[in-house]
């Protein structure tokens, strides 16, 4: 079956501006994760939805990023007013559902470059 | 705060020969250990996982040992191959956590 899916797969923006970074999860899995992994390092979780929830967001950096999943399904990553320090892969993983000894299944990743 | 060290950053092994990855952790409350491998462009697959109940695990070429004493566990790729060349990670959860915790990364590249 179909794995993580993400999209775009490259974004280059300006300074400023403000992206949207999409992940369909595996289908029937509840649970959402979004990590960020700069160059040379392991991923740092940023948040995890238990179904349409945000169930820990402690991982945003601050109130630039944001995170929705309003149908239990795709997700969504917004980061308003884009840093050059933003600049990282973004990677989406999904779970049958939370805790426990359930596998993450990542997608490829989304590669963020901000001028 | 890193609270999952991982040494070496990088590894360089001849075809056929042992890899050896090393994690250590800080956090007590820790109670799940997988390993990750990644290749470029590509999102980290897990490979193998351990919980603190046992000293290791082994799937095939690949076992983890852990010394639950010394905040310690360790991946071993036996008969390294050239397609096992890619970036390897640890990670850690806490008991009914959900977020995993990263090492920083070990590059492996198996040669001929």
Known sequence: GAGVSQTPSNKVTEKGKYVELRCDPISGHTALYWYRQSLGQGPEFLIYFQGTGAADDSGLPNDRFFAVRPEGSVSTLKIQRTERGDSAVYLCASSLWSGGNNEQFFGPGTRLTVL | ?112
């Open chain 2, 1 to 112: 705060q890193q609270q999952v060290k991982q040494s070496p950053q990088s590894l360089i092994v001849q075809k056929g020969g042992i890899s050896i990855i090393n994690c250590a952790y800080e956090n007590t409350a820790f109670d799940y250990f997988p390993w990750y491998q990644q290749f470029p462009g590509k999102g980290p697959a897990l490979l193998i996982a351990i919980r603190p109940d046992v000293s290791e695990k082994k799937e095939g070429r690949f076992t983890i040992s852990f010394n639950k004493s010394a905040k310690q566990f360790s991946l071993h790729i036996m008969d390294s191959q050239p397609g096992d060349s890619a970036t390897y990670f640890c990670a850690a959860r806490t008991g009914g956590g959900n977020k995993l915790t990263f090492g920083t990364g070990t590059q492996l590249k198996v040669e001929l």
